[in-house]
């Protein structure tokens, strides 16, 4: 079969990415388990093994689901940024690029600002309200992008205008909002949009692992169609794939993922956008690997963005949004200057 | 007939961009559209591939109406090379293999893989299977475009200028591998041509547009130098030898070019 060899270094390639990927993040989970306030301690190792309840009380209620979110929101956002890339074929769309942060910027203003959400003490579950408000206003933002692509035939680099004109919308009605609020409440806003992996709790990670998992799965047997995409709408079409209907469900599949992991966590930036690209460099740009693997990928930079942050100003742990702008910038620096495609 | 297009009529925003065209054409023949820029040889063919959405008017395959046929079956039936595809940047393997994923969605059975290997031989495309499709000169790649347009096993094959960026030792391997699949799968293909004189070379029928309108549906040899002079305004001259045609035109000059001589 002429095909054989092809397919064998293929094969060959891409399960040794798979291989070190799988290595990367079980080691990082490990590392990020051993590490809490006061930095990476070996010593948790044999606490673990002796089964000392306090110990384990600080791993199951603080340290898992902490990496589960992290594992969960990389993937969410890789996954995310990986299909808005392939429907909107354009290298720098990510799950921020149609004003999603700052529609959820909004949605938590407004919950905590309007509705007093965290300085109420009537309102006891002031972190729903504020996850429930920022995720309700991402769709919104989302929905009228939706809208305006299928009802104004727009394209999808008009989408990528839209959604950057609707970012800057919202921005300036949380302006506004901010500018009648008092101290207590600015506060409250401008910590939220610091992107904050302690705020998953089990209930969370349940979620977060509800919407990824089937979405997930429909792009591992959809893949075909966003590479068949990437040839044009026109050759698209001719290959079987009904290309409006495909771009609208795999836009709302993308704008729920990234919409979860914002309202439940804040805004992580660089994620969405990196992940698919760290793909596309190692094994090309087939959509079969860059969609099965960047949820592996964004899982890994979270892990690592949030070890980084329990080390470096330990015992300050610092909010995991602002370590990957800060890792996100030279790493796309280096990406975009590396690539040879 | 084998495929039958009738009264087919197209608006976009009250501007007429076809015009009650009807024509035929035989399995086993090639049907070259000739004619001036905009005289609507693109917006025919998507129409027929149902990409854009006709007023009226119907599209016979094979005695299947195919008109108002989804995507995911007329795929099956219809393949279509664009006249600009973009490039992505993945290899040849994965291009082809993108044509197979319309019969069986997610996974290439053994059959799909046993019609790959048939085209990947006809076109020898083995030694660059790996190889980026973007890193290819312009006419390996118009060949690996046309062998996964193959692999759909489609009945009409429609191309749109497939050979306007080559040089004549490729268009004319491309126009050579068309008309000899053409022949032996017995399929019909659609092809537009800028050089008239492939277009008489190559098919075995000239379509003529002009105006969104069809002027003449010929077989070649009855193709006549008045009717290229209609379509295309020009004082052309045909010659015939050795059942080679070959056609001239004349140059006019404007009065300050002649200043010039």
Redesign the interface.
Known sequence: MPQLLAIQRRAKKRNIIIFVSIFLLLFLTTINLLTGANGLDFSDISKFLNADSNFDLIIFQIRLPRVLAAVLAGSLLGLSGAIMQGVLKNPLASPFTLGISGAAAFGASFAIIVLGAYTNEQSINSSISVSLSAFVTTLICMGIILLLGKFAALSPSSMILAGVGLGSFFHALTMFLQYFADDMEVSATLFWTFGELGKASWNEITIMSLVLIPIYIYFLFSHWKMDALSFGDDSAKSRGVNVDRFRMISLLMASLLSAIAVSFLGIIGFVGLIAPHVIKIVMGNSYRWVLTLSPLIGAILLLGADFLSKIILSPIILPIGILTSFMGVPIFLYLLLKRSY | MSLIVQNINFSLKKTKLLDDISFTCKAGEMLAFIGPNGAGKTTLL?TI???YKKNSGTVSLFDEDISKM???????K?????Q????????V??VL???R??YC??KLSDKD?SV??VI??EFT??PI??T?I?RLSGGQRQKVFLAS?LV?EPKLLILDEPISHLDPKNQLDVLRVVKKITKQKNIITLIVLHDIQHALHYSDELLMLKNSKVLYQLKKDDVKEEHLNKVFEIHSKLFKEDRHTFVFYKHSHSKEEKGLH
């Open positions: 998507k591939t149902n990409i989804p995507f995911e079956e007329l795929s099956k219809v393949a279509y090379m664009p600009f595809n973009e490039v992505p940047h993945i290899s393997l994965e293999e993108l044509g994923y319309t969605k997610s893989r790959l290997d990947i031989k495309l083995e299977l790996n980026n973007s347009a759909q």
